[in-house]
């Protein structure tokens, strides 16, 4: 409960007979003209307003919030519940429990450390697409998963019953961002504090870049990494500046032909060209009432692909229908609009909020379209889709078309362009009925017509819940999408974060023998080099009823308003018009076959799981007994030789390159993901310890293990390190050995890290876009890597630098290393860090890079004034302490 009440906020509000605390909008002037979002900021504030962390003058500061003005006040955000998902959600766990054994090294109590805000877990992220176009590929892989993955589920399972507060949701029960719009968001908290019974807007911190799915539901909630997940749930705040808000208007609806997908391409595509990094979307208009809860689900979703914080939607009735829908209780929906109305979150669209910046985009204007082959905002209209792959795959294949046979089945050629991977996959589309029932409707069609999907594809179906299955089957269109091969493979996010399992082997010898550049077609939200497949370089989002579209027609190389998908079983050519569902009919079947009863089935025992859950042997006590010989989750190093108090933070010098990289360099090129390849350091270490190829796993499975993930740290097959010429993948110099010859970047960061070395990595613009993957950060400080300088920063990825020690830098506004003349090869020290031991962030520090006995004969020594990208007082107390969690757990035992 706040210790400090300025503005006389506290108030009480009476719903359905129950008497719950708040904290009133109104007590401040000015809140009426805010943005919905900044209004469940301020909240936030007065609710939390304790003097010392947030204080009166951040109050006032947002209630008279300039919207032109550049961001400069901070601000401490106390999220009320941290969602994650296996991936980024075992680290997290690993390191709590490896604070408790710190806590009690450092005389503390272990019990301490428990998740002060509700955290929810959901196993998402593990299943892997091995098997498919069968009737028994779930059942198959999802044995496959447990067989893999069962020391993690045990360590998980050890978590739900040590920590207080902890949920887990089993594996097999859907995407993390469906079940939390489905099922965990509450919209409005209830909750018992300090003896009192609070009403408060739900906000959320997740481990996923795409937790912004739940701002379609009016909470206020965005991706942030892992060591910032910890944070919050042990109870620190997420320290922001006040953003700047963009108003995106909505006018018109949504034309015959267009799906929610080509809405939200579109508007990504705005966006980016906008340039919303760092700021809030907020949408408002008269045309918002009319955007389904689904599709502006969808919207939100896609947040980080326009790289905005947060894209909100307020509540409204929509939100509350929707609630109903999803079996909420009628006393947790009367809360909200009781709660909503009363501290005027409710939307009005005749009010128009102040906004930094305004846009709008006329719905009735949207055509059906694509992105790709590498990014979501590379939106090509469907109709200019053949016409732009032509031109691309000049930049992806030297290679031919090839003759082909699978099985021993009929021969095929394959050529470029050939779609290998058709996959209705991913949150972003899978929680929406209208496309997912299109798709249903168009495999309806297509099968009646007598079409067929191409022998190349492999098709893949993993919706975002059960649900979906739920109202396939009862509209009937369960049957006609296995005809075509789109039987379920499991229920998680699979092809999207490239758990798309292997190609055929015959396939994936052809492509790779002749340099093919194949395309994967996936209904996804990140398209991003290297991600989906190994064996495809051209990856391209659509809808899910084009994804089908696609695996019939079985290339890219196509145009749907010219050319036939193939030859209807009455002998006519039959085109992608022909077996397109009418919007009528769609939201004919949505209404017939989508039931509350079907989410009170689904949701009814959710923590509970299946019996192979619930048969895990599962530890027990309140610290975790580490398994020495255990290759999937051990204890990492960060706390190892910590004292209590801090250690004075140094300048770095006498540090080496260990990479210079270009622009739009992501966390998929620095975090290891995806399958581990053999002959790698990853893979060396694996087999040193007794782990058959066969038995590899994914990256993402094995995060629980530093050891495992530091060797895949910058080793993505499509990485571009510019101190070698023309080479991709996870290498670089290493110049402790005469002439720095090529090396691994681990085995080079090995050597260096012997010889006491320091490390920096220089960078281009947009550094560290993507998921919010908490594995780039820490394995770039435990590759020994003490600043990075770029041009410019993703806002995630920059803060978990700092939450892991390490310094993000800024060339000079305008320059870049080649504009300064680096090549990598230099020396590089970093002077005037040491200014942060007094308290204060320097703006600048001096950075100066020597030529060294690798460096071109006759080069010059380069100095200049790196901007420090600590953006607030609480990142500095981060970086003074070596880390945020070094931070927290100082001051849990203080």
Request: glycine share 10%.
């Amino acid at each position: 409960m706040s210790a400090v009440n300025s503005f006389g906020a506290k108030s009480t509000l009476e719903v359905s007979g129950k008497s719950y605390e708040i904290f009133r909008l109104d007590s401040v002037q000015g809140h009426d003209k805010l943005p919905y979002s900044l209004k469940v900021l301020l909240e936030n504030l007065l609710r939390t307003e304790d003097g010392a962390n947030v204080t009166a003058e951040q109050i006032k500061a947002l209630g008279s919030w300039v919207p032109s003005a550049e961001p400069d006040t901070e601000i401490q955000f106390t999220p009320a519940r941290v969602i994650m998902q296996d991936f980024t959600g075992v680290p997290c766990v690993v390191d709590l429990a490896t604070m408790r054994e710190a806590v009690t090294e450092l005389g503390g109590d272990p019990t301490k450390i428990n998740p002060l805000a509700p955290a929810e877990l959901v196993i998402d992220h593990s299943v892997i697409a091995d098997l498919y176009g069968s009737a028994d590929a779930l059942e198959q892989n999802v044995e496959i998963e447990y067989e893999r993955n069962g020391e993690r589920y045990q360590f998980l399972r050890w978590g739900q019953t040590a920590f207080d507060d902890f949920k887990v949701v089993p594996p097999g029960t859907g995407i993390v961002h469906q079940v939390n719009i489905e099922y965990l968001a509450r919209v409005t908290m209830a909750r018992e504090v300090a003896g009192v019974l609070q009403a408060y807007p739900d906000t959320c911190v997740g481990t996923d870049s795409h937790t912004t799915m739940v701002n379609g539901l009016g909470v206020l909630g965005w991706g942030v990494g892992g060591i910032e997940a910890e944070a919050a749930m042990l109870g620190q705040p997420v320290s922001m500046l006040i953003p700047k808000v963009v108003g995106f208007k909505l006018s018109g609806s949504i034309p015959t032909g267009v799906t929610a997908t080509d809405v939200v391409l579109t508007i990504t595509q705005m966006l980016r060209k906008q340039g919303v990094v760092g700021k809030f979307v907020e949408f408002y208009g008269p045309g918002v009432s009319s955007v389904p809860l689904a599709n502006r689900a969808t919207i939100g979703n896609m947040s980080p692909e326009f790289g905005s914080t947060a894209a909100m939607f307020p509540v409204d009735d929509v939100t509350l229908d929707y609630l109903r829908l999803t079996g909420r209780s009628e006393e947790q929906v009367a809360l909200v609009e009781a709660y909503s109305k009363a501290q005027g979150l409710w939307f009005d669209p005749s009010s128009e909020p102040n906004f930094s910046e305004y846009m709008e985009l006329d719905l009735s204007t949207v055509v059906p379209s694509i992105s790709g082959p590498k990014r979501p905002q590379d939106r090509i209209e469907l109709s200019k889709a053949q016409s732009q792959f032509a031109e691309d795959v000049k930049n992806y294949s030297h290679g031919d078309s090839v003759k082909v046979s699978v099985d021993g089945g009929e021969e095929f050629e394959l050529k470029n362009g050939a779609v290998t991977i058709a996959a209705i996959t991913s949150c972003t589309n899978t929680s929406n009925p209208s496309v997912m029932l299109a798709a249903g409707l168009l495999a309806r069609n297509a099968v009646k017509k007598g079409l067929k999907t191409k022998p190349w594809v492999k098709t893949t179906l993993s919706p975002g819940s059960k649900v979906v299955t739920d109202y396939y089957e009862k509209a009937g269109v369960t049957p006609y999408l296995d005809e075509l091969g789109f039987y379920p493979v499991g229920y998680g996010c699979m092809t999207c974060i490239g758990n798309s399992g292997p190609l055929k082997d015959e396939i994936s010898a052809a492509i790779n023998h002749n340099d093919l550049a194949v395309t994967a077609v996936l209904s996804g939200n990140r398209n991003f080099e290297g991600r989906i497949s190994p064996d495809v370089k051209m990856n391209y989002l659509a809808s899910p009823p084009l994804v089908i579209a696609y695996a019939l027609a079985g290339s890219m190389d196509f145009d749907f308003e010219k050319d036939a998908l193939g030859t209807g079983s009455d002998g006519n050519p039959v085109y992608l018009k022909d077996i397109w569902p009418e919007t009528a009919e769609v939201e004919k079947v949505i209404g017939e076959s989508i039931d509350t009863a079907m989410f009170d089935h689904e949701y009814s025992s959710v923590f509970n799981g299946d019996e192979r859950w619930r048969n895990l042997p599962t530890p027990t006590g309140a610290t975790f007994e580490w398994d020495a010989k255990s290759t999937y989750v051990r204890k990492p190093p960060y706390f190892e030789g910590m004292k209590k108090e801090t250690t004075p933070v140094t300048d770095i010098s006498g540090a080496r390159v260990l990479a210079t990289l270009g622009d739009s360099v992501t966390t998929d090129h620095i975090s290891p993901a995806g399958n581990i390849k053999a002959g790698t350091p990853a893979a060396v270490y694996l087999d040193q310890h007794g782990v058959a190829r066969a038995d590899y796993n994914s990256y993402g499975s094995r995060r629980g293990n530093h050891e495992v993930m530091i060797r895949g740290t910058f080793a993505n097959i499509r990485l571009k390190n510019q101190l070698l010429d023309g080479v991709e993948g996870g290498y670089t110099r290493d110049f402790t050995q005469a002439d720095g010859p090529q090396s691994f970047i681990y085995d080079a960061s090995a050597n260096y890290q012997a010889a006491g070395t320091p490390l920096v990595i220089f960078g281009g613009k947009e550094y560290g876009s993507g998921s919010s993957r908490d594995w780039a950060a820490k394995g770039t400080a435990l590759l020994g890597v003490k600043a990075v300088i770029t041009e410019s920063f993703e806002r995630i990825h920059r803060s978990n630098l700092i939450g892991m020690g390490v310094l993000p830098l800024q060339f000079p506004a305008g320059q870049s290393w080649e504009s300064l003349g680096l090549d990598g090869t230099e020396i590089v020290s970093i002077a005037g860090v040491e200014e942060l031991n007094k308290g204060v962030t320097p703006k600048t520090v001096r950075v100066t890079a020597a030529p060294s006995e690798n460096s071109p004969a006759g080069k010059q020594t380069i100095e200049f004034d790196a901007v420090v990208r600590i953006d607030t007082p609480g990142e500095a107390d981060y970086y003074r302490n070596g880390g945020i969690l070094q931070y927290v757990l100082r001051s849990l035992v203080a």
